[in-house]
């Protein structure tokens, strides 16, 4: 079979319908990490599954995914880029609707598990594409619609999976990927111009050590609240194998003579400083979506759909920002936005930490919009900077490396949010319970004409009851606290961006598909 000839960049047609079906990938791919959550607990009784093992669900694809998404950059310049992406969309769908008819939960987590390594190569090589179709001085308006799929699809996932999960089935959180993949994949194979392949060995060890690390890593982050983290047995393996699989990739790829990844790529300083913003935004994007819907549901009892209501506001800022950001970015400097962006988000996580039991909305909404807005002016231009330096033969691998810091930083984030939160409900627990007096009790009890004819024990149980909703509330303003300081620390790390030079005028971005 002959190889397809790379489309020059000056012939490349229908830039819209190429941006349009790449978006619809790649919406379709980031909704489902986030989807299937609320459909756990009807999946769990149609699947007879226990609370322990229906988190498999969710785990089989996290890790599938983490570990096949370094291969991306590899597997499209080896076997051409259009045709990954196109395999990858078709594959997705195809075991999407298999999750859907899952009939046991070992089907679903093979399924997922399936799900996840077809779903791993869409969002880099979306990217990728993206900064191939256009030239440099628009690069900034493509991120910013690639950032809106990868920010907003997060934060609707709950939501939209909630309304299919009430109103039709859990099933359609994996049915409503055919419409969408269905659009995507026509529109991909009609318009989506052929890339160069560039024939490189397979660096097999330096795979496997990263694999080996990322998948240990994944497991030991998801696993780790379900098995009292380093009381496990399970965990000390986990963790074990981590380090010892970064620590020989590391080793290995600076003396392999055709490396997995090259190490070269680190040495471009907006590149590396890019993986170390990502890091931190996949942090406070997915730990803080993490942590409200719980919170709102516990203690302010909001059902699943005011919950999504009330934080719709975060993906209307980020939306807003990102469209802004897009125009603003060939003409204000990049590291500029950067900052006023974390400043925002910290601002917003501070306006969190005013949380109280007895508030209203209001607050919960004007933190969202603050967040949403702080996020979409650090992601549109962090995207951008990141990728205006490096050597375009780089590109593949540096996306996938790209979206994997991402969602390393996310599971990061939401396993040491979770870790806090359980730390400190305990420990406010008992800090507020030892305020209270046999005093208190005989003293609530004969204020109260509805608690004086139970006696101390419904005393005690309303006060049990208002000290663990404190406890919580106190918890969930320390999460929020802590995200806030490690955004302001990341703050500095702009200095080390640098701003790129303006490409000379009718200069192509894509020299490698020449």
Known sequence: MATPEPTPHGEIRHHGLITLSLMLATIMQVLDTTIANVALPSMRADLGASSDTINWVLTSYIVAAAIVTPLSGWMSERFGRKEIFVVSIAGFVITSM????????????????????????????????????????????AMAMWGAGIMVGPIIGPTLGGYLTETLNWRWVFFINLPLGAIALAGCMAYLPNMARRLRRFDFMGFAMLALGVGALQLMLDRGAEVDWFASTEIWIEAGLALT?????????????????????????NFATGLVFIFVVGIVLLASLALLPPMLSTIFGYPVMTTGMVMAPRGVGTMI???????????????????????????????????????????????????????????????????????????????????????????????????????????????????????????????????????QTATAYVLNQMVTVQSLMVSYVNDFKAMMWVTLAAVPLALLLRKPEAPPPGAASAAHMD
């Not at 089907?107 to 990217?127: D, E, N």
Request: aromatic share 8%; hydrophobic share 50%.
């Open 98 to 141: 298999l999750c859907g008819i899952a009939w046991s939960l070992e089907t679903m987590v093979f399924f997922r598990m399936a799900q996840g390594v077809f779903g791993a190569a869409i969002v880099p090589l979306s990217q990728t594409f993206l900064l191939d179709i256009n030239p440099r001085e628009k690069h900034g308006s």
């Open 245 to 269: 699989g970064f620590w020989v990739f590391v080793i290995w790829i600076t003396g392999a003579e055709h490396p997995f990844l090259d190490p070269r790529m680190f040495l471009d300083r």
């Open 321 to 455: 920002t990102m469209i802004i950001a897009g125009k603003l970015v060939r003409v204000v400097d990049a590291r500029k936005m950067v900052v006023a962006g974390l400043l925002f988000t910290s601002l917003s996580l501070e306006i969190m930490t005013g949380f109280t039991p007895q508030m209203d909305a209001t607050l919960i909404i004007v933190s969202g919009l603050v967040q949403g807005l702080g996020l979409g002016l650090v992601f549109v231009p962090l995207s951008t900077v990141a990728f205006a330096t490096i050597n375009p033969q780089f590109r593949g691998d540096a996306t996938a490396l790209f979206s994997l810091v991402r969602n390393i930083g996310s599971s990061i984030g939401i396993s040491a949010v979770t870790v806090l939160l359980t730390h400190n409900v305990a420990v406010n627990h008992t800090e507020l319970a030892s305020a209270i007096t046999p005093e208190n009790l005989r003293g609530l009890g004969s204020g109260s004409a509805a608690l004086a004819q139970y006696g």
